[in-house]
């Protein structure tokens, strides 16, 4: 019988590659830009900053629609405020309150992975998202949208906001179908 000599550094590596994996496999979403919450979008790096919580950051929404764009766009902006490094990035869950009910915005598709070596979020720095959706037409009696509700990854309670876009959306082909959630990204 041959025994092999491991080193810990090649444990370590190969049980860190299977917990990346499993966290992969498990971050479901269900089309509908509902993820589940036992599913992390955050990465910590090298134990040193904790994930970002809501309460720990200032979370506002801003109207960011380009003139005689097909799409209009809200951006997301969170600003830790929390006194100590924070880390985040991934997909927020982003819905819409709405005349008929809630919607639930889709996740993008856009690689989601951390900023190599800055996912952190300093004291006072901010990180920001945006929301696309189909644009109304002008007078037009579409769906009508009463508010913005934000989980950021790895919580499970959303900060409601105010709906800072257009006033409806299109009642045609499903609203939801389109409102489009993008993935979190570190302002430089």
Not at 42 to 68: F, N, P, Q, Y
Not at 123 to 141: H, K, Q, V, W
Not at 176 to 185: A, L, N, R, Y
Request: some cysteine; proline content about 5%; hydrophobic content about 35%.
């Amino acid at each position: 019988m041959k025994f092999t000599r491991t080193t810990t550094g090649s444990v370590l590596t190969g049980v860190s590659l299977v917990a990346a994996l499993t966290l992969t496999a498990c971050n479901s979403d269900d089309g509908m830009g509902v993820r589940d919450a036992s599913a992390s979008a955050s990465v910590e790096t090298g134990g040193t900053a904790a994930k970002c919580r809501s309460g720990a950051l200032e979370i506002t929404a801003a109207d960011t629609d380009v003139d005689g764009g097909p799409d209009g766009m809200v951006t997301v902006r969170l600003t830790n405020g929390g006194g100590r490094d924070c880390a985040i990035s991934g997909y927020a869950d982003v819905g819409l309150r709405t005349g008929e009910g809630p919607l639930s915005a889709r996740r993008s598709g856009e690689w989601s992975g951390a900023w190599t070596g800055a996912d952190v979020l300093r004291d006072g720095e901010s990180a920001e998202f945006r929301i696309t959706y189909p644009l109304d037409e002008p007078g037009g009696s579409g769906v009508r949208v009463t508010g913005l509700l934000v989980t950021v990854p790895d919580e499970t309670q959303a900060v409601t906001l105010d709906w800072p876009g257009a006033a409806t959306l299109p009642a045609t082909e499903g609203p939801g179908t389109q409102v489009k959630v993008h993935p979190i990204e570190k302002i430089a």
